[in-house]
Structure formats: C-alpha cells, structure tokens
C-alpha cells in the first residue's frame, strides 16, 4: 500500500488502520457537534491550543530509535474541554492540537501518521470524557455549583491516569509494531516520563473549571502562569536533554569506532575472508541510499550491523568454517545458529540504534525459507533484507575454502535468480542498476582496509605523522592476531590431518605443506632414520632444486642435519653448506636454515631441514612453531612407519616373502578397474607343485619350507617386472600377468614349467630333487570380470593341465629322487 511505507510490518498497518477506523467516526462527529454548539466560548479554548501548537517542546528519544517526543500545553486544554464543554469539543480541541502539532513538528509529512495522530487522540480523548462522566453520574456539561469537589478530584485523577495510558500505549504499540520491538519496552522507555505533562495538564484544569463559571477571566489569568510553568519547565529541560544528547552523540561515535575496531579484529582472524565485513558495510549502506533509506537511526543501525552481522561465528568450530568439502546435517545445522548467538551477543549492548534485529534476520530470505526464524516477506526487516543481498554478493564475490571467489558477471546471475525467492526484489534491481558503482566502491573500501593495516610511508620510506604511527600500531596489532589465528588454524590443521594420514609419504608430503603456511623456506627437506645403518635420508623434498637434495644422504652426526639429529638440539640460522659438501649447487644455493629434530622416546625418528636463500630468515616465531609441532609431528611419521609395515606383514607371505592372497583380493580389484579402463587384458595364471605332498612327507615340513622358498624365488626370476606372483595357498600359486593374452600367456607358461622341469632342488647333500608345475589360465574379461570367477576358471585349467603332464611326462612318479648320480625313486 502507498499509504503506508513499503517496509512497515502488515501487523503495523492492520493496527494503523483499525485504530483510523475507530477514530475517524468519533472525529467527525465531534467536529460537527462543536460547529453546530450555541456556546461558542469553546473557541477560546480553540485559539490557545492553536497558540500553544506552534511551540512545542521537542524532548529526543532516549533509545535514538524513533523521532522525538513532542510535548505541548495541549492536555490542560483538552482536560478543560472536557469539563467546561464535554467531551465532542475536548476531541475537538485534540484534534486541532494534533494536527497541527503532527504537520509543524513531524520531520516526515507522511498522511498516514498525521491521521493516525488525529483519530488516536479523538478517540482517546472521547472514550476518557464519557468515562469521567459515567463516574460523575451527569450528562455533560459540568455544573460547577453542582459538584462535589472530593468526587470530582477523585473522577479527574482516575481519568487523567486512564488518559495518559491509553494515549501514550496507543502511539507506543503503534512504534513498537512498525520496528518490531517489544510494546511495554517502548512505551517505558519513551513514554513513561510523559505522565507529568497529563497530570499537570489535569491539575491546571481543574482550577480554570473552578474558578470559569463565575470569572472566566481570573480563571485564565490562575491557570496562565501554571500552563507557563510547565512550558517553561519543559524548556529548562530541554536544554539539558541536549545537552545529553550531544553526551550520547560522542558515546555514538565511541560506539562506532569500537564496533569497527572489535569487527577489525574478527575479521583479521580469517585470511580467507578477511576485509569481507567491510566491503559488506560499504555494499549495505549504498544500496540502502539507493532503496530510500533515509531515517538516520536505521541508517546508523545497518552501519554498525554490516561489521557485526557475522559476529555469531565465534561459537563456531574452525574446522567447520574452513571446511573445504559440503557440511554434514549437523554441520549445517551448527552454522545456521550463528545469526541468532550474534543477535544474542549484541543484545547486551544497549545501541542507540536498531543492531540485534538486523543480524539476526539477516539469513532470512523472502520466501519464507530462511534462518532462524522462517520469516517471510514484509516480516524481514528492511535492513537485514539489504544486509543478505550484500552479504551473498561478497561472498560470492570472495575466495572461500570450498570453492575460488565468482566473477561479477556469474555472482550477479545468481542473486537476480534468487529475487523473488530468497532476495528482496527492489534491492536486487537496485543491486543491478549500480553494480559497476557497487564494484568500485568495493574496490575503494578493500584500499581503506588496506591502509588501516599496512604502515603509511612518505616518499623517503618513514612514516611521518601520527595518523602514521598510529596505523604502524594498528597494522602490528590485527597482523598480530591475524598471525595467530592462521598458527593455530595450522596447528589444528597438522594434527587433523597427520592424524588422519596413515602413509608416511603423504603424512611427510603433508606436514611440509602445512609449515609453509607460517614458516618461510625455498626448501623443506625432511630426512627419516636408519636405525641399522645410522643414516639419515630424504624421504621428502619440497621445493627448490628437489632432485639435488633427495641425492643427500648423511650419517648421524654429519652435516648441520647429522649434527641436530646425534644431538636432539634445534639449529637456527647457521650456514646450512656442511650439509652439502658435495654439492656445489646446493652450497651456493642457500644461506641459513632452520633444522629441528624429531624425537620419539629418546629415538631420533627425523629430522626436518628447512633451508632459506635469505641470511637470518629465521625468528623466534618460526622456532616456536616448529618445536610446537615436533612431537606430533615425530609421532605421526612414526605410526604411519608402523602401519606400512604392519600392512605390508599384512599383505606378504611371511615363509616366501611373496604377497599373500589378502593381498591378492585387493590388488585385482584394483588392476582389473584400471585395465577395464584402459581397454586392456589380465591374465591370470593358477600354479600348482606336483605331487609335492611327498617330498614334505618324506623329509620333513621343515626342508618342504625352504624347498617353497627356492620355487617362489625362481617363480619371480620367470616373470615380467610388471607381473605379480601370489602364494594362494600351500604349495599353489598365482600369477598376475597385465596387459597379456591368454595367447601369449602360453609362453609364458611354457616358460615357466620348463624352468621347473630342468631345476635340479639339493634337498641334503645326497639328496636331490625334480619338482614338476601343473599351470591353469584365465583372461580379463574374456573368461570373467571378476577375480572369483577367474581364480574358478584357471584353477580348472590348471586341473586339465595336470592330468595331461602326468599321462605325457610322469605316469607314476612325477617326482624323481637322486642320490649322488644315480636315480632312486622313493
């Protein structure tokens, strides 16, 4: 509705409207009723309304959320209405007392408040007349022969209480619903006061009505100097309310620069978003100009919002912030508390301006779909609906963990998608209509950040001012806890990750990414230990000249390395060339380094080398980090040590040394996806000793042991690099041959039973042996895609090829004996 603002709440307009409706009757009526009268001595009354309206007393708001009050000598004259008149030329004086007051003293001639002033008053003014006399049990007019003075007083003092509740609860709720603030807040906050203008008002009244049937004019010339009284009270008042408020507008600023300094400080926590609150302050209060904002309390309100509107994220986990992959339900659900615990926070700042409202709304969106509370629509305040279209365009606008900061382009594609549904339409049109403003106003807040936390220097380098020293101080102050927060993100970052790392290539591979973040190095070269051989060797090199250094290797005690790890103590800033004797390249190359040992149980477990082509590269800082990080570092290579030779006893046979059939599984699975990929055949050979059950019953478990041993050894020394070959079970046998047909795989077996034909096997030294091999095969995908089904198929062939070398080779011994040269069957 144009009547009314765009953005007031419709429980605003519905009560605007039916108090509009239930006055305008009374209004009307009073206003005819009065023209019509005989007694005209009313006008009187009239004219000193009219006079007084021209002189209100204009007492500010305490809160700063509203207009100011005005005050007038109106009620004296409303109250003598109602006693000498009755109560239609009371509202009739009202009326012309509001009215006017409302267009002289309203910084805003909107219509709507100027009839809601109206009717309220009429509709006040009259329900209290009638009320009075109910109590006086007459009809209006008041003889003042007639009436008992204790009843009077009584009736008059009840009624100018019932007057000031209704007429200030009525203008309270009425502010209350448009800022979406709680009634009796205002009404306390803003109105309570106002009870002595009634009560004196009713006071001066009583006397004119006294005194006004007999000498009217001596009944003026008593009330004059009361009715001056007040006014001029009010005036002395006055003075010292501003007064005060020249008190609040230096708090205001003292508030301002504290809510910037303590947002400064938040944001300088998050490199990633850092400078993001204020370029939101500065989209915010532009787009709020462009959309007609124009109250100075709503104004202040968004300014101070904009820096705090992300101030819930305290109680947030950092890992849930700088989490790179999509939030879980629970992660979700976390973050979306932030609005409501940053309100809550706010809450207990009395600002003289609206804040906790816009921050807690400012992730609801226009469809009702938002946090925390679902609001919808016109429910949205204002300033938060500016404040989530700032808010989304940086952050489109900006790098985040989990994806690279948008075009302009592509990020205002997404809001305008969204007007109507999760955006304000008016504010995205506006958005849009001066987003090339927009961006250079971006730009120009990312510069003013800049020169708050980077030193001012003059031509010749050195600061030169105060406003300089000051901007030095505050550069070293938010890069100091900017510094500190990315130290403890990477603190936790090392141990989540090293914690969670369980190879010792990317537990090393990581752990030098996570030092680069915090401490300098052109190269970080971490070296492991050989607790047999007592050397130190670079299982990883990041950075320059990598091939040259992973080339190192250095006994205990050599080198500044050598040296750090025979004595468990850091070296810093030294000349890291003993470390490089052999290199010319690397001697040149750098020229201090930071070495710190990694110790475990008094064990030395590494030791990590940064090295620097700058001289003294190294502070005290960088030394506390990487001694912080030590131990969990120590114990996380440790482990994953552990664990690669847990999973390699896990995979490996352990009487061959020959992978195992666990490992097998696992590797197939793998190879066959890969070759499935690559177009390409697996061929799979099943192998199985023939009749070696008597060799093992004839000498004995223990030399069938090393007799397994000498055929895995000369099963490996058949195959291809690239094949595999398993120890399935017993005396069976698997090998895995990539990218061979079962074509070609008959060489290969051919290859392989001829070799084992031809092998002579010393069992003692009399003893001698001739071990056959029974050999099967399967293809990928030919035979079958999966490993089961083609462990199936060559084990069958292997059968068929067993029955076949028995009738051709061997028809009752396939294994021959000899002692010395002669044959001996067994």
């Known amino acids: 509705m144009i009547f009314f603002e765009r953005d007031m709440p419709i429980r605003a307009k519905i009560y605007l409207l039916s108090v509009m409706a239930g006055g305008a009757p009374i209004l009307f009526f009073s206003l005819y009723y009065s023209v019509t009268s005989t007694d005209i001595r009313w006008l009187y009354l009239a004219c000193l309304t009219v006079f007084g309206s021209f002189f209100p007393v204009r007492i500010p708001s305490f809160r700063g959320k509203t207009q100011p009050v005005v005050v007038t000598t109106s009620d004296v004259f409303i109250f003598t209405a109602i006693l000498l008149f009755g109560p239609e030329v009371a509202v009739t004086v009202a009326a012309i007392d ?14 709507h408040k100027i009839i809601f002033n109206l009717t309220q008053l009429s509709l006040v003014t009259f329900v209290v007349g009638h009320i009075f006399y109910q109590l006086q049990g007459v009809s209006p007019p008041l003889d003042v022969t007639t009436v008992d003075i204790t009843s009077f007083f009584l009736a008059l003092g009840l009624c100018s209480i019932l007057y000031f509740v209704l007429n200030t609860a009525a203008v309270a709720t009425a502010i209350a619903l448009t800022l979406r603030e709680r009634i009796f807040i205002t009404w306390k906050s803003d109105f309570l006061w106002v009870s002595l203008t009634t009560f004196a008002g009713a006071s001066a009244a009583a006397l004119i009505f006294l005194f006004f049937k007999e000498t009217p004019f001596f009944a003026i010339a008593v009330a004059a100097p009361i009715v001056l009284i007040i006014y001029y009270a009010y005036k002395i008042n006055l003075d010292r309310i501003n007064s005060a408020q020249k008190h609040v507008s230096q708090l205001n600023e003292l508030y301002q620069s504290t809510v910037e300094s303590l947002a400064m400080a938040i944001d300088a926590k998050d490199a990633k978003t850092h400078g993001h609150i204020q370029r939101v302050q500065t989209l915010t209060l532009r787009l709020a100009e462009y959309c007609g904002v124009t109250d100075e309390n709503e104004i202040e309100g968004l300014r101070a919002a904009s820096l705090m509107h992300d101030i819930g994220k305290l109680a947030i986990s950092e890992y849930i912030l700088n989490k790179p992959s999509p939030l879980t339900k629970w992660e979700e659900q976390k ?37 925390p509370e679902g609001l919808k629509g016109e429910e949205i305040p204002l300033g938060a609906r500016i404040l989530s279209v700032s808010d989304c365009y940086d952050a489109l606008r900006s790098d985040r963990p989990y994806r690279p900061k948008l075009s302009s382009k592509v990020a205002l594609e997404h809001i305008i998608s969204e007007s109507g549904k999760s955006y304000y339409p008016p504010v995205v049109e506006q958005l849009v209509a001066h987003i090339d403003e927009l961006e250079k106003a971006m730009k120009e807040s990312e510069q003013h950040i800049a020169s708050k936390i980077s030193p001012l220097m003059d031509e010749d380098g050195a600061g030169s001012s105060e406003t300089e020293d000051k901007t030095q101080i505050d550069s070293t102050v938010f890069h100091e806890i900017a510094a500190t927060h990315i130290e403890i993100q990477a603190l936790y970052e090392i141990s989540r990750v090293l914690g969670k790392s369980l190879k010792v290539s990317e537990t090393l591979s990581l752990l030098a990414e996570r030092i680069q973040k915090l401490v300098p190095y052109a190269s970080c070269a971490i070296f492991l230990m050989d607790s047999q051989t007592d050397q130190l060797s670079p299982y990883h090199v990041a950075g320059l000249h990598a091939e040259e250094l992973e080339g190192i290797k250095l006994r205990v005690g050599d080198g500044i390395t050598g040296w750090v790890a025979a004595h468990r103590q850091y070296l810093m800033n030294v000349s890291p060339a003993p470390d490089f004797m052999d290199s010319e390249v690397l001697h040149s190359a750098y020229r201090s380094c930071l070495v710190m040992p990694l110790s475990l149980n008094n064990s030395i477990v590494g030791v990590i080398s940064l090295y620097s082509d700058q001289p003294d590269d190294y502070h005290q800082d960088h030394l506390r980090f990487m001694e912080t990080i030590a131990d969990p570092a120590a114990t996380a290579i440790r482990n994953a040590i552990i664990y690669e030779q847990s999973e390699e006893n896990a995979y490996t046979d352990v009487l061959t040394g020959l992978p195992n059939l666990r490992f097998f599984h696992v590797f197939m699975e793998r190879e066959l996806k890969r070759f499935a990929n690559l177009g390409q055949p697996v061929t799979l050979l099943m192998m199985d000793l023939e009749s070696f059950k008597e060799i093992n019953d004839r000498f004995g478990h223990k030399t069938g042991d090393r007799i397994l041993v000498e055929i895995a050894t000369l099963l490996n020394s058949h195959l291809r690099e690239s094949d595999t070959c398993v120890r399935y079970a017993g005396d069976e046998f698997i090998a895995i041959l990539p990218g061979v047909s079962k074509d070609n795989a008959t060489h290969a077996i051919q290859r392989i039973q001829k070799a084992l034909d031809e092998h002579r096997i010393m069992i003692n030294e009399h003893d001698s042996a001739q071990v056959g091999i029974s050999i099967g095969a399967a293809t990928f995908p030919e035979d079958g895609r999966e490993p089961d089904i083609l462990l199936v198929v060559a084990d069958q062939a292997m059968y068929k090829d067993k029955a076949a070398r028995q009738k051709k080779k061997f028809p009752s011994e ?13």
């Open 814 to 826: 396939v294994i021959r004996f000899r002692r010395g040269t002669a044959d001996q069957s067994s």
């Open 335 to 371: 973050v979306r508390k932030h609005p409501s615990i940053g309100a809550d926070i706010l809450s207990l700042v009395p600002f003289p301006y609206p804040v906790e409202n816009l921050v807690r709304y400012h992730h609801e969106k226009w469809d009702g779909t938002g946090y």
């Open 98 to 111: 509001s009215g006017l007051t409302t267009i002289i003293s309203s910084r805003s001639k909107r219509s």
